[in-house]
């Protein structure tokens, strides 16, 4: 079973891009963020076309997250049922394995702004509230996976030396994160030895792509109970080559599990 996460920065602009992977790859499942769409723009028949069912919740220009999975999804829940929020960050849904049911939760995860902003305050009090939520379903479902843009770079080897900003690296930011790992969850990329300066996110400007001055901060993490299953993770940098592509890449993790 393939695990792949994704933000397209614009559903509707990059849905060409998206079906083409989709189509050359052999994903099961695809946590999609920043669809910048309302839920009735989003392109369910065109997923369908290539098997797959979908959960979303979408708004208008921002945000917006998505799951797609080749088995039918239950038991959905859209946002964050412990911190009420108008945006539209976060979706849950069960699909069932060979190995019990799964939960599956697509995340984009606040920005920050900038360290003295009000939005720097809202991401850590959105983490603090993700997870209270996470702890909760993992008691529910030990097979638990959280797949997005967590706009946080956990480690000093997830920056490229370059990078002169403050946020998306600060402290807090950090910790917030690594409580994530603190309810037993495992960064999946970072079960394997990986090449050094493997990046995820690379900023539209000063050639950021073509100089590979990048940040990791899309992540798949898995349970414990999931731990065990994961055989590989990569981050699939080819379609940050794409013409008019996202700023961000694919990262898919392999798992030795199958649909029931």
């Not at 009735?40 to 076309?49: I, L, V």
């Not at 379903?137 to 097979?143: E, G, H, S, T, V």
């Amino acid at each position: 079973m393939k695990i792949a996460t994704w933000n397209v920065n614009s559903l509707t602009v990059r849905l060409p891009q998206v079906l083409a992977w989709l189509d050359q790859h052999s994903i099961d499942i695809l946590c999609i963020q920043e669809l910048k769409q309302v839920n009735e723009k989003f392109p369910k028949d065109a997923f369908q076309e290539l098997g797959y069912d979908a959960v979303w919740t979408g708004q208008k220009t921002y945000n917006g997250v998505a799951i797609l999975s080749r088995s039918s999804l239950e038991d959905v829940i859209v946002n964050n049922p412990l911190y009420p929020d108008t945006q539209q960050r976060l979706i849950t849904a069960t699909c069932q394995t060979s190995e019990g049911p799964m939960r599956v939760i697509c995340a984009y995860c606040p920005n920050g702004s900038a360290l003295d902003s009000d939005k720097y305050n809202y991401k850590l009090e959105w983490y603090a509230a993700l997870n209270q939520f996470v702890e909760a379903q993992m008691k529910l479902f030990p097979n638990l996976t959280i797949c997005g843009d967590y706009n946080i770079a956990p480690e000093d080897r997830d920056v490229h030396p370059k990078y002169t900003g403050d946020i998306l690296i600060s402290p807090k930011e950090r910790a917030a994160m690594q409580a994530l790992s603190g309810l037993g969850l495992s960064d999946s990329f970072r079960l394997f030895d990986q090449e050094e300066k493997l990046f995820s996110w690379w900023d539209y400007r000063m050639m950021g792509f073509r100089r590979n001055a990048g940040l990791r901060i899309d992540h798949i993490l898995l349970s414990p109970s999931l731990t065990p299953h994961c055989t590989a993770c990569v981050i699939d940098k080819a379609p940050r080559g794409n013409e008019q592509p996202s700023d961000h890449a694919p990262v898919v993790a392999t798992l030795s599990l199958s649909f029931a």
